[in-house]
């Protein structure tokens, strides 16, 4: 026997596979089928309705405007994001472009809409506009006096006279003379386009209420989107009612 032999000779054996308990071969999926794609484009519906309501419950809604009453600074067929942010923090201050509920019967008629059309508004692919909701600007909020009187040629809040840059050019801030206390939890409202707005002074003069309840306010308009040469930010004017107190 050679040295380095051990006399101990080393054989080769062959095991027999393990298989680990859990470890299975990957299962194939099958095919949906007819039913089964109908159910999940049911349920992408079902999740998309959800979010869409509560996006305009909670966040924002699209709105189109309908009339010159907030011309220029909104003109017929714009579309409009309105946030609804401040209406449920109750921020809403003067100077903002506001969208409200029509609780007080200013509108007179109602514009018919079509089932495709709600539908289309509820998921936000249409802007709302058939509802029965209008666009101003806040001038006075809870507490202060709003007045106007042809000698002086300007509006004034709690005595304060103001510079509105936003009225439309070739119009003058109003023709009504008027001269009221905003009662606590209303607005007093008026558009850009003060010689084709019907809006607090207007139905004052009528014999109506021309306080806007807070709560009807469905929020702030933030933004133009449509169309794209007019889409812009900031509406609201808050800087001209700096010296109000």
Not at 97 to 103: A, I, K, L
Request: hydrophobic share 40%.
């Amino acid at each position: 026997m050679s040295a380095g032999s051990t006399g101990t000779r080393r054989t080769g054996v062959k095991l027999a596979p393990q298989h680990l308990p859990n470890a299975q071969e990957p299962a194939e999926l099958e095919p949906l089928g007819f039913f089964g794609w109908i159910k999940e484009i049911l349920s992408v519906i079902l999740v998309a309705a959800i979010i869409s309501a509560l996006l305009r419950a909670f966040v924002f809604q699209v709105f189109w405007i309908p009339s010159p009453s907030m011309r220029d600074t909104l003109v017929e067929h714009d579309k409009i994001v309105v946030s609804r942010i401040d209406a449920w923090t109750g921020s809403i201050q003067r100077g903002d472009v506001v969208v409200f509920h029509d609780e007080l019967g200013w509108l007179r008629s109602s514009h018919g809409s079509s089932p495709l059309r709600r539908v289309g508004e509820f998921f936000g692919i249409v802007p709302a506009g058939d509802e029965q909701t209008l666009v101003k600007r806040v001038i006075g909020v809870g507490g202060d006096r709003v007045s106007f009187s042809v000698e002086t040629g300007r509006i004034s809040v709690n005595g304060v006279p103001i510079e509105e840059p936003y009225i439309a050019q070739g119009q003058v801030p109003s023709t009504i003379p008027f001269d009221e206390v905003v009662p606590e939890g209303t607005l007093w409202v008026m558009g850009d386009n003060r010689g084709n707005s019907a809006d607090s002074r207007y139905h004052r003069q009528n014999g109506e209420s021309p306080f806007v309840p807070v709560g009807a306010v469905v929020g702030t308009v933030k933004a133009v989107i449509l169309p794209l040469n007019r889409a812009h930010w900031g509406l609201s004017a808050p800087e001209v009612f700096s010296q109000v107190k």
